[in-house]
């Protein structure tokens, strides 16, 4: 998908560096930045994709590098609750999602490809 420079795409553009800042710098976060620093030893950048409060958890999704999505389930009140962790390449995760997400993808990918630009 092609970015056209939309208020819809500036305010995703904010709200995921926002989300980004939070994941690295929010001792809350930290359980989900080790999952994904496990599950990916080598990544260079995340963004936060979705969250879905649950009653019990919280669901995560997040955009890693520009080639995958890692969706993280952590038990909100235990922390030995295993968490469940599920790995999706990125093209797989693409189908079926509504428009509107498929925005916000867009400008995930566009800030993951800046990141990784800027580590080289």
């Given amino acids: 998908m092609k970015?056209?420079?939309t208020m819809t795409e500036q305010a995703y553009r904010e709200e995921l560096n926002a989300s980004k800042f939070h994941?690295?710098?929010d001792i809350s976060m930290r359980r989900f930045l080790n999952i994904i620093k496990e599950t990916f030893?080598?990544?260079k950048t995340v963004h936060v994709l979705s969250w879905i409060?649950?009653?019990g958890e919280?669901?995560?999704s997040f955009l890693v590098d520009t080639h995958s999505v890692i969706k993280i389930e952590l038990d909100r009140y235990d922390d030995t609750v295993a968490p469940i962790v599920e790995v999706y390449p990125i093209e797989k995760w693409?189908?079926?999602i509504?428009?509107?997400f498929q925005i916000k993808l867009a400008v995930a990918l566009d800030?993951?490809?800046n990141d990784i630009t800027q580590c080289k």
């Fill in 41 to 43: 030893p080598v990544m």
């Fill in 111 to 113: 800030l993951a490809k």
């Fill in 23 to 25: 994941l690295f710098n």
């Fill in 98 to 100: 509504s428009r509107i």
């Fill in 53 to 55: 409060p649950e009653q």
């Fill in 58 to 60: 919280d669901i995560f």
């Fill in 94 to 96: 693409m189908k079926g």
């Fill in 3 to 5: 970015l056209k420079g």
